[in-house]
């Protein structure tokens, strides 16, 4: 009997153990799962109080670390690892949501006969807008309208190993490679240009001012813009000089024109930013030129960055008076570049038209990353102009060459005329940056995509000369503060294709790629697709922020 009763006290002791322990799991499991979508939500969706006030959050992200440092390199590389890079696209449901539209419509650019069009003009850009814009809803779960897809700025929007340009009188390197395409069995032509870089000792002073968008719509992006303003303060040299102007429904100078060594003062005038009330974008940009304007630097870097959704719905009524207001403006000698954050009302076609007109850049911030990418790692190299009115033209031989398009730059084609022309305005290119521009082109000897002509005759070789030239591309281009242009030339021959092809290259095709795809273009062969592209870049060795556009890909490719 004792024996039984012992033994009912074990068991009662084994089970009261045993619920002890279930409730113990169950109350760690729940703890665990707060802490995480806690910390995933601290990353992810920053909102403007929490930012407030926490530096040492805002350091650790910047790294303090210049982009070309040997660190760098490899904290960038885990950074954007796609595990940690994507896991927003990974876990994140679809969110309904407002999509931007496209206020301009533009159709790819059509392939062209050399014998009927040999030439063709352009100009060049450096914006990635359109690429992070994409990013931003993709991995939100929503796919934005063809229309928005610019594939010079998806290229664009990473950095590729071109050689250093070897002075600021000849500010910029040229690269010229020819290689089998991916889609067709033609072939493409790539010009990849960088920008003379400067380094932070040898930059001339900096007066920037920020021109930031309080208004209501920004409420959910304020806390990027403390983030990325946050990490740029600590990069700028004790003499350089910020201030910053908001603008809702009344504009206002929150920080005069102060010098970085004031650090203090100036991040507590980004901390204490928040939103309300109306739009009055053509106010705030009168107020940022005379804040700048009077504390110009001569010599010196003066700019305005304006932070914004594009949402401009207070003051002025036609959207052409506020941008030939910032093109008048940039005659003193201030650019204005634009950074966007976005929302259902966000206006990409706004936000890029007024850096173009401002001779300036544009840019995009989806998330914390590129904040730090565009404040921290690449801010400081790429803030001056190092050439302005950058114009190529190339001309094909039709000896050689049958067809050829140019990939995006559709709202950057221009007439054969201007090229000589210094009165007609073209882009700029800034110091340290890459830009790449693909033709596909098709040989002489290659079907291409006209038939035949019946009675076509064959032309004769006038010019044994140039039987190994496929084309002649010219760039003209401006010093900063010139008026007059310059001219380079560069043959472009038979004997560069399949010479000293990069994995760069690879990925830049690939890129450029996935925006045609994408936009479903009518020249990509039907076997194309985003399967033979993650294979593609799959083969190659990506480095640093590469690994997103992989990631990215499989996303978009899931939600097709």
Do not use: C
């Amino acid at each position: 009997m004792k024996k039984r009763k012992v033994l009912s006290k074990i068991i009662a002791i084994i089970l009261l153990l045993f619920i002890l322990l279930l409730i113990t799991m169950f109350l760690f499991s729940g703890t665990l799962t707060k802490t995480s979508t806690s910390s995933y939500n601290n990353l992810n969706d920053i909102s403007a109080d929490s930012v407030a006030g926490q530096g040492s959050f805002v350091d650790r992200l910047s790294f303090n670390v210049s982009y070309n440092s040997p660190d760098s390199k490899e904290v960038k590389q885990i950074y954007t690892k796609p595990e940690s890079r994507m896991i927003q696209a990974q876990i994140e449901p679809v969110i309904e949501e407002e999509l931007p539209d496209s206020e301009i419509k533009h159709s790819d650019n059509p392939v062209k006969l050399v014998k009927e069009e040999p030439i063709s003009t352009f100009s060049v850009d450096i914006d990635d807008g359109s690429y992070k814009l994409f990013k931003d809803y993709a991995n939100r779960g929503n796919l934005i309208e063809k229309d928005l897809v610019r594939p010079e700025e998806f290229v664009n929007a990473f950095q590729y190993d071109y050689p250093d340009a070897e002075n600021i009188e000849k500010p910029f390197s040229t690269t010229l490679k020819i290689t089998k395409s991916p889609w067709s069995e033609n072939y493409l032509l790539l010009v990849g240009i960088k920008g003379y870089e400067y380094d932070l000792n040898s930059l001339p002073p900096v007066n920037l001012t920020f021109l930031v968008d309080v208004s209501g719509s920004m409420s959910s992006y304020l806390g990027k813009v403390k983030v990325g303003l946050n990490m740029l303060v600590d990069k700028l040299r004790p003499e350089d000089r910020i201030s910053i102007v908001t603008y809702a429904g009344n504009t206002t100078v929150l920080l005069e024109n102060t010098e970085i060594e004031n650090i203090k003062e100036i991040k507590r005038a980004i901390d204490s930013l928040s939103s309300g009330g109306g739009t009055n974008g053509e106010s705030g940009i009168k107020l940022a030129y005379e804040e700048n304007e009077d504390n110009y630097i001569k010599g010196g870097v003066n700019r305005i960055i304006l932070m914004s959704d594009g949402d401009f719905n207070v003051g002025v009524s036609n959207i052409s008076d506020l941008e030939e207001l910032i093109k008048e403006k940039r005659k003193s000698g201030i650019t204005f570049s634009t950074v966007g954050l976005g929302g259902g009302n966000y206006r990409d076609n706004l936000m890029e038209t007024m850096s173009n007109k401002g001779n300036g850049a544009y840019t995009y911030i989806a998330d914390v990353n590129d904040a730090r990418s565009v404040f921290a790692d690449r801010f400081i190299s790429t803030i001056k102009n190092i050439a302005k009115d950058v114009k190529y033209q190339i001309e094909f031989n039709p000896e050689n060459v049958k067809e050829y398009r140019l990939i995006g730059y559709e709202n950057r084609m221009l007439k054969t005329e201007d090229f000589n022309n210094d009165k007609v305005d073209a882009g700029e290119i800034s110091s340290g940056t890459t830009t790449t521009a693909i033709y596909e082109i098709t040989l002489s000897d290659q079907k291409g995509f006209f038939p035949e002509s019946r009675y076509s005759n064959e032309e004769s070789k006038s010019n044994k000369d140039l039987t190994n030239e496929l084309a002649f591309l010219k760039i003209r281009f401006k010093q900063p503060e010139a008026n007059k242009s310059e001219l380079l030339t560069f043959p472009i021959n038979k004997d560069i294709i399949e010479k000293d092809i990069t994995k760069d290259n690879r990925f830049a095709i690939s890129v450029a790629g996935f925006a045609q795809l994408y936009k479903d273009n009518k020249f990509l062969s039907t076997d194309y697709d985003y399967d033979k592209l993650i294979k593609d870049l799959e083969d190659l060795e990506l480095k640093n922020n590469q690994y997103e556009i992989l990631e990215l890909i499989k996303t978009v490719k899931a939600l097709k």
